[in-house]
C-alpha cells in the first residue's frame, strides 16, 4: 500500500476503535450501527486484499530461492560429466563453454544464470547418452532443462506480483474512497447530531478522523478545525 493508502486505512480504523468503545452512548441512534457495519466491510476487504497480495510476493521469493539452488545444484552435476567427456575427447570450444564452477553460478545474476544453464543443456544434450560420472544418467540432462524452465517460470511471477500490487491498489483507493464517501455523507451527519446533546462525545469523534500522516502532517478529513 502506499503511504496515503496507510494513512487512510488506520483512520478508518481509529474510527472503528471509537464505535467500538463508545457503543453504549451511541445506541441513541441505530443508524450508526449499520454505517459500523460498512465501514468495517470494507476497511477488512482492502486488509485482507493487502495481506494476499504481500503473501504472494513473499512465497515468489522463497520459491525462486528454492529453484535456483536446485537448477544450479544439477548444472555443476551435468557440467562435471560433460567436462569428463569433453576433456577425453577433446573440443577446447565446447569443453571451455561446459566447464562451471560454483563460485561462477553463485556470482551470476537471475536471468544469466538461467542463459547460462540453458546454453550448458544445448552442448550437453547431443552427447547426453555418452555423459559419464558416478549416479549419472542422460535424464540428468534432460532434468537440467525441466529444472532450468521451471526457474525461468518463477523468475517472471514477479512481473505478475507487481501487476497483481497495482491492481490492488487502484482497487483500494476505490475502496478508500468508498468509505470516505461513506464518513463525509452519511457518518459524519450522524455524529453532527451529538454535538449538541454530548459534546465530548462529538469531539472524540472528530478526532479520530483526523489523518496521522507518517509525514509528520496532521490532517481531518471531513471536518473544520
Partial sequence: MTTDQKDRLNMFLKVQTFLI???????ALPIISSLQTELVAITNGIINAEGQVSDDISGN????????????L?????????????????????????DL????????RDTDLYVRIKQLFELCDPVKALLQAPDFTAADVMN??????????????PQDARSARSSFNSEADRQLAKGQALLDTKLDVAMNTFEA????LHDYYVSSRKIDSTGSRTELSGYTL
Avoid: M
Avoid at 21 to 27: F, G, R
Avoid at 61 to 66: A, D, G, S, Y
Avoid at 101 to 108: F, G, I, P, Y
Avoid at 144 to 157: D, G, M, Q
Fill in 74 to 98: 544439477q548444472g555443476l552435476k551435468v557440467a562435471r560429466a560433460a567436462t569428463l567427456y569433453y576433456t577425453l575427447n577433446p573440443d577446447p570450444v565446447k569443453l571451455r563453454k561446459i
Fill in 101 to 108: 564452477l560454483k563460485s561462477e553460478l553463485d556470482s551470476l
Fill in 61 to 72: 521469493t522463497e520459491l525462486k530461492q528454492q529453484r535456483k539452488d536446485a537448477v544450479k
Fill in 197 to 200: 446533546a454530548n459534546k465530548q
Fill in 21 to 27: 468503545n463508545n457503543v453504549a452512548s451511541l445506541a
Fill in 144 to 157: 537440467l532443462e525441466v529444472l532450468n524452465l521451471a526457474y525461468f517460470a518463477v523468475l517472471e511471477a
